[in-house]
């Protein structure tokens, strides 16, 4: 990793140095990996294996440029494995509220979610996921927004999972159809921690019946990616992660003012201690929050069947690949937006973590698991894969002796 000051301004630089001691010691900042962390062994460059299926994990993709490089670069990896890929929109399709809002606001959801689905339908089956945001953004009217949007992309010829919207789930479904190699289980995270307005008459309706549920759709031999919005362990800032720069710099975090390289590291270090002692919903230290991933983590503890079993989310906006917790690995990847890259750090379960818009690419087949994690401002990403499981008995990754910790 870079020095942490190296990518400022001369008047930053000046700034941090005199400041970097005295916030680290008072308030313990950490450094983002703007530059990749990477723990995970190299798998070979080469097409889709025959036999194989291609999955592509695309979250937060909902305020998106035009162009959209992540969206042509996803479009260009469902054609070269057309027919055998689906993409997977992990939520918060949407922003700032999904279909919820004025009829500027709805239009924009609307043509959004029109660019994601037509990105990449000519060559991929499209999957939608709630997000919060799509959840009128975790507010009142989140259970009548989350509902039209999955009409709204069900009528765009997508899949729209859980099967009824505004319920938890779970729903499984078997890639491909006919003959699958990969079971993906998807359920809204969001209605396990939405304050307001939820489905009523929900099948399953209760903590043990969710559990039941899962641990249900995970007896398969398939290799299984469980996929929804919040992650079951992250070290971005729903984590409570705060990069040493928010601590110095508070006012770049207010739209549209980056330039404000203003050294308030009282008042920086104010926000993310206020958040924490609050334990918001949306963050690891939630209390629904804790209860949704004690509730996953229950349903995976009791499933003994599948080979190897991935949980897919997005929420932070960062790249990262987690081992466990419970699960053989956590991907995060929330960067399905350029220019909406978020910090994050580094644990001791980290095998992968970058600071990078993006998103990521699973190849599934008989000879295991490959992982591309792809950001489109390096276009050499794309021919970078790596390993996460030789076959499909267990996973073939071994934790380095010494690994950056945040």
């Not at 469902?78 to 055998?84: K, M, P």
């Not at 559990?211 to 995970?218: F, H, I, S, Y």
């Not at 699960?327 to 980290?350: I, Q, Y």
């Not at 990078?356 to 894969?385: C, E, H, K, T």
């Amino acid at each position: 990793m870079t020095h942490p000051t190296s990518s400022l301004p001369p008047r930053a630089r000046r700034a941090a140095g005199v400041c970097l001691l005295a916030v680290t010691t008072l308030t313990g900042p950490a450094c983002s990996m703007r530059t990749a962390a990477v723990h995970l062994p190299a798998a070979a460059q080469t097409p889709i294996a025959p036999g194989a299926y291609r999955l592509l994990l695309i979250g937060d993709a909902g305020e998106l440029r035009d162009p959209e490089p992540i969206l042509d670069v996803a479009s260009g990896l469902a054609a070269t494995a057309s027919g055998r890929t689906t993409a997977l929109y992990l939520g918060d399709n949407a922003y700032p509220a999904g279909l919820h809002g004025d009829a500027a606001a709805r239009a924009k959801a609307v043509a959004t979610l029109r660019r994601q689905y037509g990105s990449v339908s000519a060559h991929a089956q499209v999957v939608f996921l709630p997000g919060n945001h799509d959840w009128a953004k975790y507010g009142r009217g989140g259970l009548e927004a989350i509902r039209e949007q999955a009409t709204f992309v069900r009528g765009l010829g997508a899949t729209f999972l859980p099967t009824v919207a505004g319920c938890p789930g779970p729903t499984r479904l078997d890639l491909p159809a006919g003959a699958p190699v990969v079971r993906v289980i998807a359920f809204d995270s969001q209605w396990w921690v939405h304050l307001f307005e939820r489905g009523e008459g929900c099948v399953p309706g209760s903590r043990a019946d969710f559990v039941a549920a899962m641990r249900a759709e995970l007896q398969t031999s398939l290799p299984v990616v469980i996929a929804a919005h919040h992650p079951l362990v992250t070290h971005g800032a729903h984590g409570g992660f705060t990069d040493w720069t928010t601590h110095l710099f508070p006012l770049r975090a207010i739209p549209g003012m980056k330039w404000a390289w203003i050294p308030l590291p009282g008042l920086g270090s104010l926000y993310p201690a206020v958040r924490h002692a609050k334990k918001h919903e949306q963050d690891l230290r939630g209390r629904r929050n804790g209860e949704m991933r004690a509730a996953v983590a229950e349903a995976v503890a009791g499933a003994t069947m599948p080979p190897i079993v991935l949980y897919a989310a997005g929420h932070d906006h960062s790249q990262q690949v987690l081992e466990g917790p419970g699960v053989d690995f956590s991907l995060v990847t929330g960067g399905g937006a350029s220019r909406n890259k978020t910090p994050v750090g580094c644990g001791k379960d980290t095998l992968f973590a970058h600071e990078a818009d993006g998103f990521m690419v699973l190849d599934v087949g008989p000879d295991g698991l490959r992982l591309a994690v792809i950001n489109p401002a390096d276009p050499g990403s794309s021919q970078r894969w790596f390993r996460l499981a030789r076959g499909l008995a267990a996973p073939d990754v071994t934790p380095p002796a010494r690994r950056c910790q945040g």
